[in-house]
C-alpha cells in the first residue's frame, strides 16, 4: 500500500530565505505526484504536477523534483515571502490507480 | 469564471439525520472525487467518478454514498450520520482522471 510521509510537520523561516520541503513514498511506481497548497478554511491550490517521466517542474519561484527510484520529491521555494505562509501537501498516485494518496502536510510560517 | 463549489460550507446536525452535500463543476471535467480530512490523516479519498453514472470506492467508503447523473453534479451522501463523520469534507474535479486536480472550498460537518 502506498504511502506519502512529509518532512518536518511544521518549518518557520525568515523572509527572503530559499527553503526545501520534502516528500517522501513508499512505491516507486507513480503515475505522477502533485504539490499542493492549502491556506487556512480554503480548499486546496495546486501548484505542479510531475509525471513519472519528468525529473522536474518549475512555476515562478517554485521549483518540484522527483527522484521515482528512490521515492522522494522535493519542493524547493525561492526568497519565501509572508504570503508562502500555508501548509503544503504531496500526493502521489500510484501506477495503475484512479486515486490520490497523500500526506500529512508541511505547515510553513515565513516571518517578516 | 471555473471552479468547483460546494454547499452548504458549514453544517451541524444530529445522528441519524440524513444529510446531502452537493458539489458542482462549470470545467466539463470528467473525473470528480470526494475526500475527508481529519487532523494527524491527512485527506483520505472517499468516493471518484470517472464520467457520468461511473463512480467507484474510495479508501474509507464506509457510511457515505455519491451518485453521478449529470457531469456537472456530484453529491455526496450521508444516510445516516454519525459522530465519527465530523470532519472537513472536499470536492474535486479534473479534466481526466490523471491529471491536475482541482478543489472546493470545503464543506465543515459536525455531527452531535
Known amino acids: 500500500k502506498q504511502e506519502v510521509t512529509q518532512i518536518p510537520a511544521a518549518l518557520s523561516v525568515p523572509e527572503g530565505e530559499n527553503l526545501v520541503l520534502n516528500c517522501s513514498f513508499t512505491?516507486?511506481?507513480?503515475?505522477?505526484l502533485q504539490w499542493f497548497r492549502q491556506d487556512p478554511g480554503k480548499g486546496l491550490t495546486s501548484l505542479l504536477l510531475?509525471?513519472?517521466?519528468?525529473r522536474e517542474q518549475t512555476s515562478g519561484r517554485l521549483n518540484a523534483s522527483l527522484d521515482k527510484s528512490s521515492g522522494r520529491s522535493t519542493l524547493y521555494i525561492a526568497a519565501s515571502q509572508p504570503g508562502d505562509s500555508a501548509t503544503y501537501l504531496c500526493?502521489?498516485?500510484?501506477?495503475?490507480?484512479?486515486?490520490?494518496?497523500f500526506g500529512k502536510g508541511t505547515k510553513l510560517t515565513v516571518n517578516p | 469564471e471555473a471552479q468547483v463549489t460546494q454547499n452548504p460550507r458549514y453544517l451541524i446536525t444530529v445522528t441519524g439525520k440524513k444529510l446531502t452535500v452537493t458539489c458542482s463543476q462549470n470545467?466539463?471535467?470528467?473525473?470528480m472525487s470526494w475526500y475527508r480530512q481529519d487532523p494527524g490523516l491527512g485527506l483520505r479519498q472517499i468516493y471518484y467518478?470517472?464520467?457520468?453514472?461511473?463512480?467507484d470506492k474510495g479508501d474509507v467508503p464506509e457510511g457515505y454514498k455519491v451518485s453521478r447523473k449529470e457531469k456537472r453534479n456530484f453529491p455526496l451522501i450521508l444516510e445516516s450520520p454519525s459522530p465519527n463523520q465530523t470532519s472537513l469534507y472536499f470536492c474535486?474535479?479534473?479534466?481526466?482522471?490523471?491529471?491536475?486536480?482541482?478543489f472546493g472550498p470545503g464543506t465543515r460537518l459536525l455531527v452531535l
Open positions: 512505491d516507486s511506481a507513480i503515475y505522477n
Open positions: 474535486a474535479s479534473s479534466p481526466r482522471v490523471r491529471e491536475t486536480q482541482y
Open positions: 510531475i509525471q513519472s517521466s519528468q
Open positions: 500526493a502521489v498516485r500510484p501506477g495503475g490507480s484512479e486515486k490520490l494518496v
Open positions: 467518478s470517472m464520467n457520468v453514472e461511473v463512480t
Open positions: 470545467m466539463n471535467h470528467e473525473y
